[in-house]
């Protein structure tokens, strides 16, 4: 989990919609199924729609910033009232919906306001998501003229 919140409240979002732009070059299509057996689900990306590539990493970015706002609502709540709670004889699980959460979402409401303001001017940059087929190919035709694509690549 720690690593999946570096990676992506680390990184520009800009960056990850390119990135994500750039899977059909790398995949053909994404089955899930039974090894050698029927296949459950099969989605081709050979005539690419980058709104579904867009929505995805919109949302694995924007679900990375709302797990910290939620973490930062229940370690808001005093160890006290836990204590206290399970002293009643009280379950984790009311302890949570009884106890917890009615004070975490006093300090989770406002800040998942504003990330929701923060998306909708995040989704602008989904344009960068089709360019990113045409910056590959640029970038693929002078590393082939200057006989160094990696260096490109890396760039691009």
Known sequence: ?????????????????????LVPV???NIQIGVPFGPRLFEFSLSDPNV???AVLGLGLNEAAYMAEIIRGGLISVPEGQTEASVA??????MTMRRTVLPQAMRVIIPPTGNEFI???KT???VTAVPYSFE?????????VALFEPVPLLLVA
Do not use: E, H
């Open 1 to 21: 989990a720690w690593t999946y919140l570096w990676i992506f409240r680390g990184t520009p979002i800009y960056v990850q919609l390119v990135l994500w732009g």
């Open 26 to 28: 790398i995949y053909k």
């Open 51 to 53: 709104f579904w590539l």
């Open 88 to 93: 009643l004889g009280m379950s984790w699980g």
């Open 118 to 120: 923060s998306m909708l």
């Open 123 to 125: 989704t602008s940059l």
């Open 135 to 143: 910056l590959y190919g640029r970038s693929k035709d002078i590393g």
